[in-house]
Structures are given as structure tokens and as C-alpha cells.
T-cell receptor, first 112, second 112 residues
Framework: EADIYQTPRYLVIGTGKKITLECSQTMGHDKMYWYQQDPGMELHLIHYSYGVNSTEKGDLSSESTVSRIRTEHFPLTLESARPSHTSQYLC???????????FGPGTRLTVT | QKEVEQNSGPLSVPEGAIASLNCTYSDRGSQSFFWYRQYSGKSPELIMFIYSNGDKEDGRFTAQLNKASQYVSLLIRDSQPSDSATYLCAVFRYNQGGKLIFGQGTELSVKP
């Protein structure tokens, strides 16, 4: 079973607040990913990292930022939350790019 | 045209029947193929992966890959109501830096 964790699981926050969504994995995977998914819609890759100090933007433009200071930790930050950021955020990791990705439980964010 | 295409469904089958889920992809160089199951409000979980042409069986699930025709399918035998979920096809694209591309998912409903 994959060991990848996300906190918080649910977050309701007001417009303009700064938030950080946490993601950590204990599998020693170099590759980590953030996806955004609205209900009933497809996954959109918003950020990925192939190792410490390496981060890239994904296919979907996002106002969020990420950092990768430690292998096991890949937090996502929104400097000023807006209602348009309301969505589910899923973190994933893999051993190699071409391997299966293991997903965390997700964070459901609501910005009021 | 999307890189990975699936019928969005919903696909409805009676309990005990075979459910057939299909996926086509555009990158002829793709080598790794994955099927994920996602229950409503939950994160995707890996069901199967397949790398070689032909069939791969795991319990009630069979993945089929035909690289010449660029399609991959998932058969679920003896479908159960608990199989009701959205099934995501994912294909690893080697070119342009390498990336796992997800289809939009097929919603499966198994009726008792």
C-alpha cells in the first residue's frame, strides 16, 4: 500500500488568505506531482518535481507555487486564495517517470 | 484531439455481466499503460498496468493492449455493484520530456 499523505483533508477558507497544502510520502520517490480535479471532471497536472530543488509547471496554468526542499515533502501554496481555486487537489508520487503514480487522499478546498 | 480518449459514459451493466472499458491514445511511442479506479470524492487507485501487447489478467480484471491500433481496454468480469466508479486510463508519453497522460475517465454503473 502506498504511503502518501495530504493535510488538511478539507479546508474552507476566505478569499485573500494564504494557504499551504501539505503532501508527504515515505516511499523515497523522487518524482512527485500535484493535480487539480473538479467534481466529475478530469485530472489536470498543475506542478511536478523530479527531485530536490526541481519543480516545473504542469499543463494547467495555476496561480499556486510549490517547493521541494526534501525528497519526502512537496507542499503547494496559494498566496491569495480566490473562489476560483475551489477544487480538489491531489498529490501523487512515483519511483520513475514511467512508473505508476500513487495518489494521496486529496485535499478538498473551498474558498468563500 | 485529446492524447488519451475514453468514452465518458456512463456505462451501465447488470451485476454479474462483463464490463468493457476502452481507451485510445495518440502517441505511437507510448510504452506504459495504466488503469485507475476512482470512487466519487476519492483519489485514484491503481488497478492494473500493462506494458506488452496482449492480455494481462489479475483476478476479475483483464487489461488488453494493442499497440498497432493504439488502444488499451479493461474488462471486468462478474461485475459487482462495488465496481461502480470512474475508471481512468493513463498512458506514459515519452516524447516532450515524458509525462503520464490521463484520460477523462469512464463512469461505470453496475446495477444489482
Amino acid at each position: 500500500e502506498a504511503d502518501i499523505y495530504q493535510t488538511p483533508r478539507y479546508l474552507v477558507i476566505g478569499t485573500g488568505k494564504k494557504i499551504t497544502l501539505e503532501c508527504s510520502q515515505t516511499m523515497g520517490h523522487d518524482k512527485m506531482y500535484w493535480y487539480q480535479q473538479d467534481p466529475g471532471m478530469e485530472l489536470h497536472l498543475i506542478h511536478y518535481s523530479y527531485g530536490v530543488n526541481s519543480t516545473e509547471k504542469g499543463d494547467l496554468s495555476s496561480e499556486s507555487t510549490v517547493s521541494r526542499i526534501r525528497t519526502e515533502h512537496f507542499p503547494l501554496t496559494l498566496e491569495s486564495a480566490r473562489p476560483s481555486h475551489t477544487s480538489q487537489y491531489l498529490c501523487a508520487s512515483s519511483e520513475r517517470q514511467e512508473d505508476e503514480q500513487y495518489f494521496g487522499p486529496g485535499t478538498r478546498l473551498t474558498v468563500t | 484531439q485529446k492524447e488519451v480518449e475514453q468514452n465518458s459514459g456512463p456505462l451501465s451493466v447488470p451485476e454479474g455481466a462483463i464490463a468493457s472499458l476502452n481507451c485510445t491514445y495518440s502517441d505511437r511511442g507510448s510504452q506504459s499503460f495504466f488503469w485507475y479506479r476512482q470512487y466519487s470524492g476519492k483519489s485514484p487507485e491503481l488497478i492494473m498496468f500493462i506494458y506488452s501487447n496482449g492480455d494481462k489478467e489479475d483476478g476479475r480484471f483483464t487489461a488488453q493492449l494493442n499497440k498497432a491500433s493504439q488502444y488499451v481496454s479493461l474488462l471486468i468480469r462478474d461485475s459487482q455493484p462495488s465496481d461502480s466508479a470512474t475508471y481512468l486510463c493513463a498512458v506514459f508519453r515519452y516524447n516532450q520530456g515524458g509525462k503520464l497522460i490521463f484520460g477523462q475517465g469512464t463512469e461505470l454503473s453496475v446495477k444489482p
